[in-house]
Nanobody
Framework: QLRLVESGGGLVQPGGSLRLSCAAS????????IGWFRQAPGKEREGVSC????????VSVDPGNGRFTISSDNAKNTVYLLIDSLSPEDTAVYYC??????????????????WGQGTQVTVSS
């Protein structure tokens, strides 16, 4: 059974950066699509970025600004989400989710079977 554990969240000042981690167990990234999602207070969960088993990626939040970078380390079975130029609007609980790999990863939460517990990101001065 796939298990996902997020880490790396915290309190950061506007303009700062954070790298979130999603450690997988019970399966390997060679067979998984992993998505990052976030949910701000009072808002619906939204897809942020995803990576498939071949390393192809998608970003849905600020795709033109390049603030979000997803990557994977298959040796550590971990997916990372680097967030640059953080603003208060990025404050949310960030979740990673996984599913058996398809041809492309997805940014729709309903497409994923397994979820981590989430990590809180708070951007404030």
């Amino acid at each position: 059974q796939l298990r996902l554990v997020e880490s790396g969240g915290g309190l950061v000042q506007p303009g700062g950066s954070l790298r979130l981690s999603c450690a997988a167990s019970g399966s390997t990234l060679d067979y998984l699509d992993i998505g990052w999602f976030r949910q701000a207070p009072g808002k619906e969960r939204e897809g942020v970025s995803c990576i498939d088993s071949r390393g192809s990626t998608m970003v849905s939040v600020d795709p033109g600004n390049g603030r979000f970078t997803i990557s994977s380390d298959n040796a550590k079975n971990t997916v990372y989400l680097l967030i640059d130029s953080l603003s208060p609007e990025d404050t949310a609980v960030y979740y990673c989710a996984g599913r058996p790999s398809r041809s492309l990863c997805s940014l729709e939460s309903s497409r994923y079977d397994s979820w981590g517990q989430g990590t809180q990101v708070t951007v404030s001065s």
